[in-house]
Nanobody, 123 residues
Framework: QVQLVESGGGLVQAGGSLRLSCEASTRINNLAMGWFRQAPGKEREFVAA????????LYTDSVKGRFTISRDNAKNTVYLQMNALKPEDTAHYSCAARRGMAAYPSDNKYDYWGQGTQVTVSS
């Protein structure tokens, strides 16, 4: 069982930056990791994912060039650096882990989920 704990959310003005962290309770060396978000009244959507070694990443189009996913396997932690934030980025962000090495953009490919952290971007 893998427990995931996110941190780093908060309230920021448009154009600002936040870095989310996701710390796992176990080693994540063989796990692909992802970030997803859900805004009120909307379905959960994929944001970014990274393969087990960090050499392969995926992003949804709306965050490309602004968000960067990375991982530190020695710390069992995955990060999401979010720059140039927009009000439409406001959502509850959750980290997920997949029992597999490849990254996928689909939430049904992930086996473990954290409770999430709220990100609110004011205009």
């Amino acid at each position: 069982q893998v427990q995931l704990v996110e941190s780093g959310g908060g309230l920021v003005q448009a154009g600002g930056s936040l870095r989310l962290s996701c710390e796992a309770s176990t080693r994540i060396n063989n796990l692909a990791m992802g970030w997803f978000r859900q805004a009120p009244g909307k379905e959960r959507e994929f944001v970014a994912a990274i393969n087990f070694a960090g050499g392969g990443t995926l992003y949804t189009d709306s965050v490309k060039g602004r968000f960067t996913i990375s991982r530190d396997n020695a710390k069992n932690t995955v990060y999401l650096q979010m720059n140039a934030l927009k009000p439409e980025d406001t959502a509850h962000y959750s980290c997920a882990a997949r029992r597999g090495m490849a990254a996928y953009p689909s939430d049904n490919k992930y086996d473990y989920w954290g409770q999430g952290t709220q990100v609110t971007v004011s205009s």
